[in-house]
């Protein structure tokens, strides 16, 4: 009876733990898609003002090539960002609606786990077990380390979905390399020099990039890194911005693609550092899991 009333409690306190994720989860992604939508609105209007300015440039002043230029890199900028946004806030507002879906299975989970710590009280309180407490403590600490082992898992799977994401787009660009004149966007307003396919393929990989990164910041909030470990979150929730800020002035100025490369080095090499963290802290759950698991069979094989 103890044996089954220790892994009730295990499962319920593993559902209320699950419950809660999901809430952070659900809360978190709800003030991104809030953000996401403000910036929407805020760069739909940006991009608005900045077409019909290049088009009145290109209308009327087509003798001032230079002025030109400029407002077609402002709205090259104002168009990539704008596309990504919107990419952003679709991913969002799925996420949204299946942790909502889930939320649903957990409803009463706070009562049972109540419930049960009862049980586990008073079954505590009727004798004095030395061997009972100490089995009562490790497997808690067996729960909490598969918990730590579980949301390590999802992160590394994350980080990992992450790098090979990088990797098309560093192949992507690595092909593109080299081509002195290619349409970031393709056709109209834009269309100044020969489309290269490369180009769309590494803009297409961004996006995924982008969306990737998001799963894994997320990810990385519910597990324990090094204190010494310096998450650059920053440079991630940043990174289409500086990707396709690196391809226009790399159009523009240069018809190369350095700077997007270096970007794609820098957060690529930052992703594998986070990995080995996680693969190092994996590790070590597992090896107390292992350990706290062995002494839960001792105290039961000597009680028999």
Do not use: P
């Not at 089954?4 to 295990?10: D, G, M, R, S, Y």
């Amino acid at each position: 009876m103890f044996e089954e009333l220790n892994k009730n409690i295990a499962n319920a306190k593993e559902k209320l733990t699950r419950k809660e994720e999901l809430k952070n989860l659900l809360q978190r992604t709800k003030e991104n898609l809030n953000t996401q939508m403000t910036k929407e609105k805020e760069l739909h209007k940006i991009l608005q003002n900045e077409e019909k300015d290049a088009e009145r440039l290109e209308s009327f002043l087509k003798d001032i090539e230079q002025q030109l230029e400029k407002k077609r890199q402002e709205y090259l900028r104002a168009k990539l960002r704008y596309d990504e946004c919107c990419s952003l806030i679709d991913t969002l507002e799925k996420e949204t609606i299946s942790y909502n879906e889930e939320l649903n299975d957990y409803v009463n989970i706070e009562l049972e786990y109540k419930e049960l710590m009862k049980k586990k009280k008073r079954l505590i309180l009727q004798g004095d077990d030395l061997d009972a407490k100490e089995l009562i403590k490790l497997t808690e600490k067996v729960q909490d380390l598969k918990s730590n082992i579980k949301e390590t898992k999802e992160a590394l799977n994350a980080g990992e979905k992450v790098r090979e994401a990088l990797e098309r787009v560093l192949s992507s660009l690595k092909s593109a390399k080299g081509w002195e004149q290619w349409d970031i966007l393709g056709g109209g307003f834009v269309a100044t020099a020969a489309k290269h396919s490369k180009i769309d393929d590494a803009k297409s990989h961004v996006h995924e990039v982008q969306r990737l990164l998001g799963i894994f910041i997320r990810e990385l909030s519910d597990v324990k890194l090094s204190s010494d470990m310096d998450i650059n979150i920053g440079s991630f929730e940043k990174f289409a911005d500086y990707f396709f800020d690196g391809l226009i002035f790399d159009w523009v100025v240069q018809s190369k693609i350095n700077d997007s490369l270096d970007n794609i080095y820098d957060t690529s090499n930052n992703v594998k550092r986070l990995l080995s963290t996680l693969e190092r802290n994996l590790d070590g759950f597992e090896g107390e899991l292992r350990t706290a698991e062995d002494e839960i069979k001792r105290i039961v094989e000597e009680k028999c």
